[in-house]
């Protein structure tokens, strides 16, 4: 079964980090597009950014709102991505999802998300 | 304010055809593929249509995707209690070099 579970999230003050991790299981980690989504309290889905397979360079691609503050990777041999966050502010407090992306095929599935409470 | 725009509500009775529009522009939605994403109430988001028009294996022949320029449309017929949920719409934009949302709609049975 295909599964992907996020965790890192917690409370933390404005200006600090943090760092969530995607731990995937039940398919081939390394042939897939990685990428973050987030959603604000009521609010609606977001883009937050992605990581490229190997094949494809492995490179990264990062929303306007994130950029310069948010760095994406992975660890193939351990299937893991990983959402590093820096000089976090209150406007990033949302539950953060990770999910793959292959071929043009969506993105699926979806992880149980982890939230993230940036307060003071 | 959402680069792609969906009504902020639909509704239906059980069995009725609903559809949800999502308007974009040339560099996303007229350049590239649609997709549906559903949101059932305190779960993440599943997706529903990929390539405009393609469901996913386990998906209800119910929903179906088209597209047509600048604009898509998610239709679900036979309504039933359980489609009650937070629709959105995705594509890539060229221009942001980015994926765009709709800002979501959210499905009433009534």
């Known amino acids: 079964e295909v599964q992907l579970v996020e965790s890192g999230g917690g409370l933390v003050k404005p200006g600090r980090s943090l760092r969530l991790s995607c731990t995937a299981s039940?398919?081939?980690?390394?042939?897939?597009?990685m990428s973050w989504f987030r959603q604000a309290p009521g609010k609606g889905l977001e883009w937050v950014g992605f990581?490229?397979?190997?094949?494809?360079?492995?490179?990264?691609e990062y929303a306007a709102s994130v950029k310069g503050r948010f760095t994406i990777s992975r660890d193939d041999s351990k299937s893991i991505a990983y959402l590093q966050m820096n000089s976090l502010k209150t406007e990033d407090t949302a539950v953060y999802y990770c999910?793959?992306?292959?071929?043009?095929?969506?993105?699926?599935?979806w992880g149980h998300g982890t939230l993230v409470t940036v307060s003071s | 304010q959402s680069v792609l725009t969906q009504p902020p509500s639909a509704s239906g009775t059980p069995g009725q055809r609903v559809t949800i529009s999502c308007s974009g522009s040339s560099s996303n939605i007229g350049s590239n593929s649609v997709y549906w994403y559903q949101q059932l109430p305190g779960t993440a988001p599943k997706l529903l249509i990929y390539?405009?028009?393609q469901r996913p294996s386990g998906v209800p022949d119910r929903f179906s995707g088209s597209k047509s320029g600048t604009s898509a449309s998610l239709a679900i017929s036979g309504l039933r209690s359980e489609d009650e949920a937070d629709y959105y719409c995705a594509a890539w934009d060229d221009s942001l070099s980015g994926w765009v949302f709709g800002g979501g709609t959210k499905l009433t049975v009534l």
């Open positions: 039940g398919f081939s980690f390394g042939d897939y597009t």
């Open positions: 999910t793959r992306e292959r071929f043009e095929w969506g993105f699926d599935p």
């Open positions: 990581i490229r397979s190997k094949t494809y360079g492995g490179t990264t």
């Open positions: 390539r405009n028009n």
